[in-house]
């Protein structure tokens, strides 16, 4: 869906665990660039091709990719993100985050607790090949490399304007993008969208919840029309009061 001249959400859609799953990253644009932001989980490389083909541009022209943050469901087809383009693709993350998305730490969330919960987690049904496959793409995640570091606040030259806001809490480094053409809040999962509802972050899924709902104020200051949710899609609405609400309770 292309909400502006621009900027269009992209629907990434895989039965994963026996149930149907849709993420939405983010593709924006100008004469000179083409940004993706964030990727897709490990193994999701044809669903965004063919995902970004509908729009009419192709994976081979991406000049950027933005990471918000090093969870696998946004990073597992960075590296292969990168080795299609036809040419070099600029990887922005966080410095907190880097070192986890090029595999110089552990993700945060990948514990081997976490890891052993999400294998016992398996339908019955599951081919015990498919459930050794899940648990080494779990324990060994693909890593690819950050080669820029952005830090809140900066204005990144692209697309009319992008600025970098510090949404930590999800993970250390969290990071939401607003695209200043379009008035749109790229949240990553800063926020969440449930029933056409904007909502806070799942807190099961925060590394520190509380930091979460407390970096929401970093978003008071932009004029947002239109927020982008990795896990829910679109909402349009009174969207800072919105937010202020969710703040606030």
């Not at 541009?57 to 080795?83: E, M, N, P, Y």
Request: net charge negative.
């Amino acid at each position: 869906m292309q909400l502006d001249k621009g900027i269009q959400i992209l629907q990434v859609s895989s039965t994963i665990m026996g149930r149907t799953e849709s993420i939405h990253p983010t593709l924006m644009w100008d004469e000179d660039n083409i940004i993706l932001v964030d990727t897709t989980y490990p193994g999701q490389l044809p669903l965004l091709q063919e995902s970004i083909l509908s729009t009419g541009f192709t994976l081979h022209k991406l000049t950027s990719i933005f990471i918000t943050h090093q969870d696998l469901d946004h990073i597992g087809s960075l590296a292969d993100v990168v080795r299609t383009s036809s040419s070099p693709v600029q990887v922005f993350a966080s410095s907190i985050e880097k070192p986890y998305i090029q595999g110089e730490k552990r993700l945060i969330k990948l514990t081997p607790e976490a890891i052993a919960q999400a294998v016992n987690s398996l339908p019955e049904s599951v081919p015990i090949e498919w459930r050794h496959a899940f648990q080494r793409t779990l324990e060994n995640p693909p890593k690819a490399i950050v080669n820029s570091t952005i830090v809140a606040g900066e204005e990144l030259p692209f697309c009319g304007g992008i600025v970098v806001i510090d949404t930590a809490g999800h993970t250390p480094g969290h990071l939401s993008f607003y695209h200043k053409p379009s008035q749109t809040l790229i949240a990553g999962d800063a926020l969440t969208v449930v029933n056409g509802e904007l909502q806070e972050p799942c807190p099961q899924y925060c590394h520190d919840f509380n930091m979460a709902k407390e970096s929401l104020k970093n978003l008071f200051p932009y004029d947002i029309k239109k927020v982008i949710c990795f896990h829910g899609g679109l909402y349009e609405g009174n969207c800072n009061q919105r937010i202020a609400e969710i703040y606030e309770s």
